[in-house]
């Protein structure tokens, strides 16, 4: 079974620029949540989608946004591009049955810099 | 506010004898603890899991161990192994939610 996929790996934009990053979860798995990591915050949440609504959101401000397709797939949207935006943002995938918890598994992540 | 800790940053083990890292956390809501293994510039990847009705979980050579009074999590690999350098990070989340809070990650060094 293939892994979390994330597009670009690799992404420099400038400031005010905005920016999308694509992530395809595990078949099967309908939950996808973003994080992103920085040497300074270390790994923070910022949004969760299952079954295309978003039901958990990290404290980011509206800049960062996101949505889930119908076939569970994911995007990010940052807009309005900051320096301190510079990150690897993480996506993961959870197969979420009714109730119980369940482990996330990550994508290689998307490098992105802004300069 | 940091919820989850790791206090140690770094740990360098000899290859062969048991590695031990470790995780503590605030919030009492927490039930659902996780280890993840990570490589500079790539995802993290899933180790092993424990739910808080449990004290222990083992897969193999890791074993996690839950003490929910002490608010107190570790990770205990035995024997170590070269190829087990890197961060780790342990991870908590409440019932049902896919919200994950990060330690920030323990760097572990396996010396032959």
């Known amino acids: 079974k293939a892994g979390v996929t994330q597009t670009p790996r690799y992404l420099i934009k400038t400031r005010g620029q905005q920016v999308t990053l694509s992530c395809s979860p595990i078949?099967?798995?309908?939950?996808v949540s973003w994080y992103q990591q920085t040497p300074g915050q270390g790994l923070q949440f910022l949004f969760e989608?299952?079954?295309?609504?978003?039901?958990n959101k990290g404290n980011f401000p509206g800049r960062f946004s996101g949505r889930q397709f119908s076939n569970s797939r994911s995007e990010m949207n940052v807009s309005t591009l900051e320096l301190g935006d510079s990150a690897l943002y993480l996506c993961?995938?959870?197969?979420?049955?009714?109730?119980?918890?369940?482990?996330?598994?990550f994508g290689p992540g998307t490098r992105l810099t802004v300069l | 506010d940091q919820q989850v800790k790791q206090n140690s940053p770094s740990l360098s083990v000899q290859e062969g004898r048991i590695s031990i890292l470790n995780c503590d956390y605030t919030?009492?809501?927490?039930?659902?603890f996780l280890w993840y293994k990570k490589y500079p510039a790539e995802g993290p990847t899933f180790l092993i899991s424990?739910?808080?009705?449990?004290d222990k979980n083992e897969d193999g050579r890791f074993t996690v161990f839950l003490n929910k009074s002490a608010k107190h999590l570790s990770l205990h690999i035995v024997p170590s192994q070269p190829g087990d350098s890197a961060v780790y990070f342990c991870?908590?989340?409440?019932?049902?939610?896919?919200?994950?809070?990060f330690g920030q990650g323990t760097r572990l060094t396996i010396n032959p």
């Open positions: 993961a995938s959870s197969l979420v049955l009714a109730g119980g918890n369940h482990e996330q598994f």
């Open positions: 078949s099967g798995h309908r939950s």
């Open positions: 989608y299952f079954s295309e609504t978003q039901r």
């Open positions: 919030n009492s809501m927490f039930d659902y």
């Open positions: 424990i739910s808080s009705i449990k």
């Open positions: 991870a908590a989340s409440e019932e049902g939610a896919q919200k994950l809070v």
